[in-house]
């Protein structure tokens, strides 16, 4: 399969790193301070191209990468995709880029592997952007397709048989509220990422590691409850996938500073990108302009 104009385009504004035994895609953009942007499934880095150079140009260093198994970066067939091996890539991306702190941005399964790397390294976190996420983990039920890719020998069929057409339509009837806002390019895009180099292995390997238990949500609520961290939510209101209940929970049980609720569905970066990235903007701007006092942050017992 010849490689899609938007993926080479993409492509061309990043790079590989070495990140141990594995080449990992990054996008880092900009100079700032260093907005860490992490995709879910069966997204990458594309999921934040129209994002990236807008945030850049506002004044931020913009950092996306390809999580193992995910996009561009490498696909080994005797990789570990499970959450955990995930939160500890972001560590060795930011480690290979020498980025020290980072205002987290987090999406759809990005989020419990994103705020578990957090609440590891919760001195180098300066603030947390939860958009259309699971942290409420044991009460989360993979919805329609998503449940798909879980069953055995059914899974195999469809991603077998998943097109950029039929990706289209599963988009357009779920993933946006504005079926405008993507196009056949765009999902072409989306499925060569998805299948390429193996895809097939490490996706559905990544389906397998989802940690939906009480005690890893206990694990998530009570590390980010210990951290001294500024939280925003901003929210897809009309994501089908997964329910505004997880943003409920969000605001019931942490110290958010900013909710947003936007006209969009789950794929909000697909959707409305210029109001995320503002909202995203205008709060890293605001907790960068508090005190000159160094940040600080409670470690998670």
């Keep these: 399969m010849a490689v899609p104009e938007l993926v080479r385009a993409h492509k061309s504004r990043g790079r590989h790193i070495e990140v141990g035994a594995n080449r990992i895609f990054v996008r880092d953009e900009g100079t700032g301070p260093v907005v860490l942007l992490v995709h879910g499934v069966p997204s ?46 972001i560590g060795g991306v930011l480690d290979a880029l020498d980025i020290r702190e980072v205002h987290l941005v987090v999406h759809d399964i990005g989020g419990p592997i994103g705020v578990e790397w957090a609440v590891r390294n919760p001195d180098r976190v300066r603030s947390l952007t939860v958009t259309n996420t699971l942290l409420n983990v044991a009460e989360f039920r993979p919805p329609f397709p998503m449940w798909m890719f879980r069953v055995p020998l059914l899974r195999h069929i469809v991603f077998a048989t998943l097109s950029a057409a039929g990706f289209l339509f599963l988009m357009r ?62 929210w897809g209101v009309h994501d089908v996938g997964i329910p505004i209940s997880q943003r409920d929970y969000v605001l019931q049980n942490f110290a958010v500073e900013e909710s947003h609720e936007l006209e969009a569905a789950h794929f909000l970066q697909e959707e ?12 890293v701007d605001s907790v960068s302009s508090r005190a000159d006092a160094p940040f600080e942050h409670s470690r998670a017992s």
């Design 173 to 234: 009837k779920l993933g946006v509220r504005d079926g405008t806002k993507v196009t056949y390019a765009d999902m072409k895009a989306w499925i060569w990422l998805l299948k390429t180099g193996g895809g097939r292995r490490s996706f559905l390997s990544i389906m397998d590691g989802f940690r939906l238990t009480e005690d890893h949500a206990a694990y998530l609520r009570n590390g980010l409850r210990a951290m001294s961290v500024p939280i925003q939510t901003v």
């Design 44 to 89: 990458s880095s594309f999921l934040f191209r129209k994002m990236i150079t807008r945030l850049a140009s506002s004044g931020l260093r913009v950092v996306a990468f390809d999580f193992l198994g995910t996009g561009l970066s490498d696909k080994p067939r005797s990789g570990s995709y499970d959450w955990h091996s995930q939160a500890e890539l």
């Design 272 to 283: 409305v990108p210029e109001e995320l990235s503002k909202r995203i903007t205008d709060f």
